[in-house]
């Protein structure tokens, strides 16, 4: 079913969670790479290419980000906020995988452009379960033309449906204060 | 005197002869004296009329004098003009230091404005009554009075001035200023309170919301790497080993449950919830075709009401019956079937069921008052043929962390009833059982219908 090869940004701060989701993605036979940032400023970071992000070789863009809410710096909800902000970043799937289920925490993620929101199982079993389910979804779906670094093509869409919705470029880079 | 001159003069031209002249001379005398008599007594009464009008003008005068309150009159250029003992002990002026004086003597600086406004008032022809401001002692002091001011006529009716009661209202003013004091105090006292307990709350909302995010995690890590653990290093591990890791995956997850039940009681507890009307029937069949350990195979729940509409809230609603089916179905004496019967019917009347079987202890939890529920309610009964609850545990069962099995017998948090409870109180209902061991137990929720 793999219409291409998935590259996964994990935005993760507890470094056990790190090792189950890097390990249960893995376990599904995922051979993509996977990049694990410890939280929202470094995710941010990372999509911006500052610093050592600049190399794209080694920090692609990713076709798939999956973020914890609470983190210090800067939590899940700014990394939402920021990407939502960039027409280039809005259209990469973001899902929030997160040990809250509190329903202002949901909705606000959704409100903030969340793709899908899912609370984090406490048995390793259920988290490979639901990695696979999330994973499997995504690889099915569409996703628009990028280039060897994995950064969306900007095209124009002149005499296409979407024309009208033709988006500016993207602002100046802003950053997350915390 | 006149008449009787007339008269006189009359008779002298009328009789000549002498004795008629003489009897008529004595009846003119008897009747001169008689009438001399009749003026005489109508005079004394007037001076008696006189005496007694005078005794009351002093009467009054009395009463104006003893009063308690300062009586003075002005004129309407604002002269003072009477002055009583009580305005002397009020303001300290004698009356001859007072009267002549204008009537500013006793207004402070700051409210000579006043007079002007009591002046146009009182032509006007207002009456004044119990008007409260300041007046001026001779000694500079400041009084808080309450002024009668009504005015005066002369006897065609023209105003002449008023005359002022004023009485000193020290006192009252005082203690109407303690008690706003107080009640300021109080409404201080209040606010700080309410302010503390709503930063408590907060607090405590914030312990519960960090508990999932903080809490879980350390949690899921135990669980997580004891599972990895149990597939990749199987053959390193002996059986006992194995053991060990299976029973620290369980006591994890049980943990975990822990936390999430308390979790969603203090949920219950908080939460907004707006009442609407939720159609039962629906709500159940709905949770039967969707929850694994309700379906047909695993129980044999039969729903005995059609349409039976409450007001309530759905998910509080589905938490509660989830609660009640879950026990109902878990609490069966091991390889036996559960089966679970659910129907509804008006508040207050006693199940059929229940009628022959008095032998049962029943318990209700705080049974609300029956005013407090609303006007209109249906009891909801779930009966089962589980392994029932002993009178003893009935009234614990309702409450958190309360079991009566090890963890082994029948797994569960305590939790589950006490959200029942929580839950169907927040919605305006009660919650009750009705059991024996070894007889079942019959569980009801009362709630409003709209």
Known sequence: MTKYESTILVVE????????????????????AILVVHNGLEAIAYMMGEGKFSDRTQYPYPTFIMTDLKMPGADGFDVLEHLKANPAWAIIPTVVLSSSSDPDDIRTAYLLGASSYHRKPSDFNELREQLKTLHDYWMTCEIPVVDASGKQLRTRSVGKLGERFHQPSPPKQTRVED | MSSLRNHQTKTSLRTPARRRTGKELEALVAQRTAELTRA?????????????????????????????????????????????????????????????????????????????????RLKAREQIDHFETVRVTKDGQRLNVSLTISPMRDPE????????????????????????????????????RTAKLREALAELEHMSYSMVHDMRAPLRAMQGFATILQEECADCLRPAGLDYLQRLRESANRLDLLLTDALQYSQVVRQELPLRSVELGKLLRGMLATYPNLNAQAADIRLEFGNQVVLGNESLLAQCFANLLDNAVKFVPPGVKPHIRIWAEPAGVVAPQAM????????????????TLQPRTVRIWLEDNGIGIPQAAQERIFRMFQRMHGPTQYPGTGIGLAIVRKATERMGGRVGVESGPGQGSRFWIELPIP
């Open chain 1, 13 to 32: 701060d507890d470094p056990n969670d790190q090792t189950f989701i890097v390990k249960a993605f893995r376990d599904l036979g995922l051979t993509g």
């Open chain 2, 40 to 120: 005489n007594e109508s005079l004394r009464a007037e001076i008696a009329a006189g005496r007694r009008g005078q005794e009351a003008s002093a009467m009054l005068a009395a009463i104006v004098e003893s009063s308690e309150d300062a009586i003075f009159s002005k004129t309407l250029d604002g002269t003072i003009r009477t002055w009583n003992a009580g305005a002397q002990r009020m303001f300290g002026y004698r009356p001859e230091e007072a009267i002549g004086q204008p009537g500013t003597l006793l207004i402070p600086p700051e409210r000579v404005e006043e007079e002007e406004q009591v002046l146009a």
């Open chain 2, 157 to 192: 009716g023209r105003l002449i001035g008023a005359s002022r009661i004023a009485r000193d209202i020290g006192e009252m003013v005082q203690a109407r200023q303690v008690l706003a004091q107080s009640k300021a105090d109080l409404e201080r006292l209040v606010n700080e």
């Open chain 2, 356 to 371: 022959g079987a008095s032998e049962r202890e029943t318990f209700q939890p705080d049974p609300a008052p029956p005013s």
